[in-house]
């Protein structure tokens, strides 16, 4: 019987079935994610305004912004695997039930809006929560190839989402996409409730009973961490430069050049591409010698490819340059986030997540409307030059940082 432990503990993560059922599950919800997202979209743009419509897709926002770091105390509070099945239920839930709706009446915009505040929320939770489960899946030395192959997962999702999203609008309307979302979603609910999790690991918690003492100590821990404080602000710095010419300044870019939306989608397929090459360099290799050390060079390298974007005249050119910026700062990210899986203490890492997700999906997003103004006064080169130091300056900080440039992945 030990024996067999043993070789449950050893085997790789690629052929873990735990692992495996797990990565089966977060397909599924990424891509119910990408099918919601364009039924939605195509249902607030048919039922009314551009600008109504761009309103109904932000709402989501705010209650992820507000509520993420609470999520990370749900999740270490009452484990992540509970709280991820939730999330899901409730996604299938909610989707199905306005494709019910949608056989027999138009939805107005607030019952949209009422879907995308649901689905924020829900966000808040499932976030941190999904990034507290690798650990309670697999072995330490494991952890950096399970984040590659999350990477696979995601990129996946959401390369496959969009058209199976807009097959079923196609062939149905949006009510038959929401049924495919909600099938998705229902999908990964037996491989979620069949994951076995190993018992946590590491240091006693700080615990004072209350929710806002566990987020104080879970604060605490990650500012007197050496690795983990600084790397939350290398996490701030490149999203803060890299999300908003991404988001907003790639499609005023596009039009500016006469590339027009299919240029947006062949360059964003490049930066696809490039960043799955990354994800799937970690699954295959499941470790990269001077991990601290790379990934500050890489998002420092990275930059210079950010602002040569704004400048390049033709688009298979374009394309080449985002497949380089989707290799380079898909590979920062993950290994930023296998570092995180590694250097964290379990009992905090839903906090952790939490801290980590609100840098890229709460602060990071409020730099859009400030991105497109800026590109109206002064084009699109010297936002994206700026845009670009900024995510230089979170390399130069990470590898100013001695326990960052020496952070290693385990072997």
């Not at 449950?8 to 089966?24: I, N, S, T, Y």
């Not at 980590?356 to 497109?372: E, K, V, Y």
């Not at 670009?388 to 001695?402: D, F, N």
Request: hydrophobic letters at 55%; one cysteine or more; aromatic letters at 6%.
């Amino acid at each position: 019987m030990t024996a067999t432990l043993l070789a449950a503990v050893e085997r790789p993560a690629h052929r873990d079935p735990q692992v495996l059922r797990w990565l089966g599950a977060y397909t599924a919800s990424t891509l119910g994610d990408s099918v919601y997202h364009l039924a939605l979209s195509w249902a607030a743009v048919r039922g009314g305004s551009p600008a109504e419509a761009g309103l109904v897709l932000a709402v989501s926002a705010v209650p992820r912004a507000l509520l993420m770091l609470g999520g990370g105390v749900v999740a270490d509070r009452f484990g992540p695997r509970r709280v991820v099945i939730a999330s899901d239920t409730v996604r299938c839930l909610v989707v199905l039930l306005v494709a019910a709706l949608l056989l027999v009446a138009s939805p107005t915009l607030w019952t949209l809006a009422g879907i995308a505040l649901v689905f924020g929320i829900v966000d808040a939770l499932f976030m941190p929560a999904v990034g507290a489960l690798p650990p309670r899946l697999a072995p330490h030395d494991q952890l950096a190839r399970v984040q590659g192959m999350r990477g696979l997962a995601y990129r996946s999702g959401a390369v496959l989402g969009a058209p199976l999203g807009g097959l079923a609008v196609a062939l149905g309307g949006p009510g038959i996409a929401f049924a495919v979302a909600g099938a998705l979603f229902a999908l990964s609910l037996p491989l979620l409730l069949g994951l076995r999790l190993r018992p946590l690991s590491g240091a006693a918690e700080d615990r004072s009973g209350t929710a806002l003492g566990d987020l104080a100590a879970g604060l605490r821990y990650l500012r007197g961490h050496r690795v983990l404080g600084p790397l939350m602000i290398v996490i701030a710095l490149s999203d803060l430069g890299f999300v908003g010419p991404l988001n907003v300044g790639l499609a005023l870019l596009s039009d500016e050049r006469g590339w027009g939306a299919a240029g947006i989608g062949w360059i964003l397929a490049g930066f696809g591409v490039g960043a799955g090459g990354a994800s799937l360099l970690l699954s295959v290799k499941g470790r990269v010698p001077r991990a601290g050390a790379v990934l500050g060079w890489s998002m420092a390298v990275g930059a210079v490819s950010i602002g040569a974007l704004a400048y390049v005249p033709q688009l298979p050119l374009a394309v080449a340059v985002a497949l380089s910026v989707g290799l380079l700062a898909g590979l920062s990210g993950a290994l930023c986030g296998a570092l995180v899986q590694t250097e964290c203490d379990p009992a905090y890492l839903g906090r952790v997540s939490a801290v980590s997700g609100l840098c890229s999906l709460g602060l990071a997003p409020l730099g859009f409307p400030l991105t497109g103004a800026a590109i109206g006064l002064w084009g699109v080169g010297p936002v994206f030059t700026t845009s670009a130091a900024v995510c230089a300056l979170a390399g130069l900080y990470g590898l100013s940082v001695r326990a960052v440039r020496r952070a290693e992945l385990p072997r």
